[in-house]
């Protein structure tokens, strides 16, 4: 089974090639990084217009690599939501011409399942699993155990963890887009223990997550010391602020661990997807906690942490061959829980 996957639900148009055997035969991604520089954050018209003016080539490029015609696919996926709209039409539209050309089975993606799904692409990775799902726009803890079926035991109460490093990055003056700086700027800390900042939720009961708290202590922080930081001081904030977060996240997959094993006693790996994953020291502090509680711990490749549109041509072919797929007059959808 081969699928062409599309995803332009934010600000990367992508266009990927995957097989059944969990073979990525081309994965292109454009980010649109450079056109949404100069406002600080992602300009939902500026994003729709890019992915219109990129997204059939980028189309015909991944076909090109992947050595295939449109008439040797078995179906087209596309992120059908959640996120902005613009962007969603624009790649839900392009699908559902390409799949009523060819006559090919259209598969809507939900971007959410297209990241919960990555670790089985990558990895042999068998349900049930426990996922920590960490974006810019989402922060969860799911418990995924099967297909289309996933148990929420815990979310944020106010920011996504990407939200969070977002905007630790506008205030310590790093500019956009803020994760991966911030990782950059805590790497080069010569005194990463300076500060100390407080720890939301930490030991409290339940899985959810609350990061504003911590935004207000880094504003806090930058304003006691005068607002513009020297670079020792903003890396050395960028460390404590990372090191809370990986901190607060380790606490609360162990919460959700314990709960995940009471229900499934044969146990299961801790998956981390979504953006944030990219995050190294993140992904050490988790492994470190699988390893302890003796559970395999998935981290997809960078590449597949971040917007792709190899994961929702994977969870295309997840749902495809369960037999499900949607029909040609599917709308689109800003927003799409899990
Ligand atoms: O999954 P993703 O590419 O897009 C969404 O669906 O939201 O996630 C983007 C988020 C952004 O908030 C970005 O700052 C964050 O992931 N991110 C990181 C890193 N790379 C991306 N956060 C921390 N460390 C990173 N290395
Ligand atoms: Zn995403």
New binding site residues.
């Given amino acids: 089974m081969i699928v062409l996957g599309i995803e332009t639900s934010?600000d990367e148009t992508a266009a990927a090639v995957v097989t059944d055997a969990r073979e990525i035969r081309a994965d292109v991604v454009l980010s649109q990084l450079d056109d949404h520089t100069p406002y600080g954050g992602v300009v939902p018209e500026i994003a729709a217009r890019a992915h219109l003016e990129h997204l059939d080539g980028l189309i015909r490029r991944a076909m090109a690599e992947a050595g295939i015609g449109f008439g040797d696919l078995d179906a087209v996926a596309a992120t059908g939501g959640p996120g902005l709209i613009g962007g969603v039409i624009v790649g839900v539209m392009t699908a559902k011409a390409i799949a009523a050309a060819r006559g090919l089975p259209f598969v809507a993606v939900n971007?959410l399942e297209g990241?919960a799904l990555t670790a089985r692409l990558t990895d042999d990775v068998a349900f049930p699993y426990l996922l920590l799902l960490v974006?810019?726009?989402h922060c969860q803890l799911l418990a995924v155990e099967g297909v289309g079926r996933y148990r929420r035991l815990g979310t944020t109460i106010d920011d996504a963890v990407?939200?969070a490093?977002?905007k630790t990055a506008k205030l310590l003056g790093l500019g956009y887009?803020?994760?991966?700086l911030?990782?950059k700027a805590a790497a080069r800390a010569t005194n990463p223990a300076r500060f100390e900042l407080p720890r939301p939720m930490l030991g409290r009961p339940g899985c959810d997550f609350s990061f504003s708290g911590l935004k207000t202590a880094v504003r806090r922080h930058v304003e006691e010391l005068g607002g513009v930081l020297p670079d020792a001081d903003r890396d050395d904030l960028a460390a404590a602020f990372q090191a809370t977060v990986a901190e607060v996240l380790a606490d609360r997959c162990a919460r959700a661990i314990r709960r995940f094993k009471e229900d499934h006693p044969q146990g299961g790996a801790l998956v981390v997807a979504?953006?944030?994953a990219?995050?190294k020291a993140i992904r050490s502090r988790l492994s470190m906690l699988a390893e302890k509680q003796g559970m395999q711990f998935v981290a997809p490749p960078l590449r597949l942490c971040?917007?792709n549109a190899a994961m929702i041509a994977w969870a295309g072919i997840e749902r495809f061959r369960l037999g499900e797929s949607d029909p040609l007059n599917f709308a689109p959808r800003p927003r799409w829980p899990l």
């Fill in positions: 934010c971007h990241h974006s810019g726009g990407g939200e490093f977002d887009p803020g994760g991966p911030v990782e979504g953006g944030v990219a995050n971040t917007d």
